[in-house]
């Protein structure tokens, strides 16, 4: 299995609300990064885990939480949103082995999230 | 900080002709170069890499070159089929750590 699953696929919420992203993979991989993608422009950086531990947070704003239950699954809790954080957001994954990354990403889908 | 530079922005070819998308990066210590084909309303697809100790790399109608000392990475599609069509990103990244830069993007056109 190759596959980086994330779910919803497609989610519309307004500023109060409160929800989450969710992705999955079953690669063995242990780094999971969540990217924030807005139209026309390169993937953006928001957090990474290696090893079910926060690696690295990008100064995102505190609105955005993200959880990495175990090695398969990583989660980004969304709460009171703005208009401006409508994008397409991106997990994925990478192999790391003995301190290496190979450096290649995979890719979930992407969830397509509009903020009201 | 580290960037990669990418060019052209957008790049509209017939088919039967070769596109060349060109990068250039600025942390020496990138030693991965992967390129990403993202079609419209897909994810980013890895479509071929090169590891720094290695010059050039082909896969069917598709090779990168490396120049390590100009930091200088390029993509090369011959033989440009519509299928072709899609933004395709170069990328730079150090095996030590978690971050991949990426280039802003070409956005490639290719006219039956």
């Known amino acids: 299995d190759t596959e980086v699953t994330q779910t919803p696929k497609h989610l519309v919420m307004g500023m109060t609300n409160k929800k989450s992203l969710k992705c999955e993979q079953h690669m063995g991989h242990r780094a999971m990064y969540w990217y924030k993608q807005k139209a026309k422009k390169p993937p953006e950086l928001m957090f990474v885990?290696?090893?079910?531990?926060?690696?690295i947070n990008e100064s995102v704003p505190s609105r955005f939480s993200p959880e990495c239950p175990n090695s398969s699954l990583l989660n980004l809790h969304l709460h009171a949103l703005q208009p401006e954080d409508s994008a397409l957001y991106l997990c994925?994954?990478?192999?790391?082995?003995?301190?290496?990354?190979?450096?290649?990403?995979?890719f979930g889908e992407g969830s397509r999230l509009t903020v009201l | 900080g580290e960037n990669v530079e990418q060019h052209p922005s957008t790049l509209s070819v017939q088919e039967g002709d070769s596109a060349v998308i060109k990068c250039t990066y600025s942390?020496?210590?990138?030693?991965?170069f992967p390129w990403y084909k993202q079609e419209l309303g897909k994810r980013p697809q890895l479509i071929i890499d090169i590891r720094s100790n290695v010059g050039e790399k082909k896969d069917q109608r598709i090779a990168v070159t490396l120049n390590k000392t100009a930091k200088h990475f390029s993509l090369h599609i011959t033989e440009t089929q519509p299928e072709d069509s899609a933004v395709y990103f170069c990328a730079a990244f150090y095996t030590g750590g978690f971050k991949t830069i990426f280039g802003a993007g070409t956005r490639l056109f290719v006219k039956a």
């Open positions: 885990y290696s090893y079910e531990k926060l690696s």
């Open positions: 994925a994954s990478s192999q790391l082995a003995s301190g290496v990354n190979t450096g290649e990403l995979f």
């Open positions: 942390d020496s210590a990138s030693n991965y």
